[in-house]
Every structure is written in structure tokens, then in C-alpha cells.
T-cell receptor, first 115, second 112 residues
Framework: DTEVTQTPKHLVMGMTNKKSLKCEQH?????MYWYKQKAKKPPELMFV???????INESVPSRFSPECPNSSLLNLHLHALQPEDSALYLC??????????????FGPGTRLTVL | AQSVAQPEDQVNVAEGNPLTVKCTYS??????LFWYVQYPNRGLQFLLK??????LVKGSYGFEAEFNKSQTSFHLKKPSALVSDSALYFC??????????FGRGTSLIVHP
């Protein structure tokens, strides 16, 4: 199974809502990533988890809160978002044991709209 | 610091013609180079990668890429383009980390 799944596919939320994005993989990858992508732009790295521990936070505002409950699951909790946070949120996973040589596997993304 | 440049925002090619999407890179150590493709409203899909060995790398859907160390390039090619190849293509580089640096992306449009 080489698939990364993400739910929901689409999400519309108001600025006072609390919602969560979910990501799951069963490839045994011990690195998992959240990216934010605007239209026709490259993905921007937000967070990296390595062995279920947060290893990189790219100065992301606290209204985004990641969580890695186990080696297969990655969540992104959203609270008090701004309209400029509207984007495609991508989850990815990869092995960590071959530094620099590893392929990232991406999920289909969650299209988030903040009203 | 490492960087990836994709000099063209958009590449237009007629169906059946060869296509090239350009990528150049800068890194202090060994370059590990990747091409990903993204169809509308989808995640990125891995096409091919260069780690070591043969400079000509073959990947999915008939794509290939040539690693050129002297020109620090890793251009993506296909001998005969299909309309279904129309998508956004990203070149990516990892050096001493497993975190990739992405180029800005090139939109490939294949005309019937």
C-alpha cells in the first residue's frame, strides 16, 4: 500500500470554528509532513514529525496545531483561522533512514476555505 | 544553502512533439534530485529521481531526466507529449537532509 489518505477532501470554516485535518499512511514511514500550497505555487513546509516527535516547525502561527498520535496518523488542528489561510493542505510521508535519498509520498490534499 | 530553479513558468508543446522542462540546482554536497507532477486539485506524484549512477534516469509515464553535473541541471524530458501530460511539474532537491527544496513549478500545457 503506497497511499497516503487525507480527510476531508474539502473544508469550509468560519474564522471562529475549530476543525481538524487528518492524514494516514500504512507504509511504515517514520517521517510525516504538513505542507500548505497556494494555487500554482510550490508546497510550503509547515511541520515535520520524525518518529512521532515534532522535529521541524517552520514558524507556523499557533492557530495551526499538529499532532501525531501514532506512526500512521497525523492531524492538523485548526482554530481561529484567517481568510489568507485558505489553501490546499498536503500531507506527505517518507522513510527517514536514507538521508537525502528518500521519496516523499503525498496525499491528495484538503482544500480549505476560510470565510 | 541549497536552491532549485525552474526558469520557465509555463511550457507549451504540441501533442506528439518532444518536451523539456528545465531545472537547475545549487548545493554544496551531493545532489539528490526529484521530479514530481501535480494534476489539478491533487497532491504531488513522484515521477523519478537521481541519486547516483547513470545520468539518464527513466521514470513513470515515459518521462526521463538527464543529470548534468557540470551544468548543475536535471531537465525532465519526454519524446512524445500527450495532452494528458498537461500538469504542474516540480523539481526538488535534497542534500544532507530528508527535507526537499522545491522549485517554483512549471506549468506544462500540451495542445492537441
Amino acid at each position: 500500500d503506497t497511499e497516503v489518505t487525507q480527510t476531508p477532501k474539502h473544508l469550509v470554516m468560519g474564522m471562529t470554528n475549530k476543525k481538524s485535518l487528518k492524514c494516514e499512511q500504512h507504509m511504515g514511514h517514520r517521517a510525516m509532513y504538513w505542507y500548505k500550497q497556494k494555487a500554482k505555487k510550490p508546497p510550503e513546509l509547515m511541520f515535520v514529525y520524525s518518529y512521532e516527535k515534532l522535529s521541524i516547525n517552520e514558524s507556523v502561527p499557533s492557530r495551526f496545531s499538529p499532532e501525531c498520535p501514532n506512526s500512521s496518523l497525523l492531524n492538523l488542528h485548526l482554530h481561529a483561522l484567517q481568510p489568507e489561510d485558505s489553501a490546499l493542505y498536503l500531507c506527505a510521508s517518507s522513510p527517514v533512514d536514507m538521508v537525502g535519498r528518500t521519496t516523499q509520498y503525498f496525499g491528495p490534499g484538503t482544500r480549505l476555505t476560510v470565510l | 544553502a541549497q536552491s532549485v530553479a525552474q526558469p520557465e513558468d509555463q511550457v507549451n508543446v504540441a501533442e506528439g512533439n518532444p518536451l523539456t522542462v528545465k531545472c537547475t540546482y545549487s548545493v554544496s554536497g551531493n545532489p539528490y534530485l526529484f521530479w514530481y507532477v501535480q494534476y489539478p486539485n491533487r497532491g504531488l506524484q513522484f515521477l523519478l529521481k537521481y541519486i547516483t549512477g547513470d545520468n539518464l534516469v527513466k521514470g513513470s509515464y515515459g518521462f526521463e531526466a538527464e543529470f548534468n553535473k557540470s551544468q548543475t541541471s536535471f531537465h525532465l524530458k519526454k519524446p512524445s507529449a500527450l495532452v494528458s501530460d498537461s500538469a504542474l511539474y516540480f523539481c526538488a532537491l535534497t542534500g544532507g537532509s530528508y527535507i526537499p527544496t522545491f522549485g517554483r513549478g512549471t506549468s506544462l500545457i500540451v495542445h492537441p
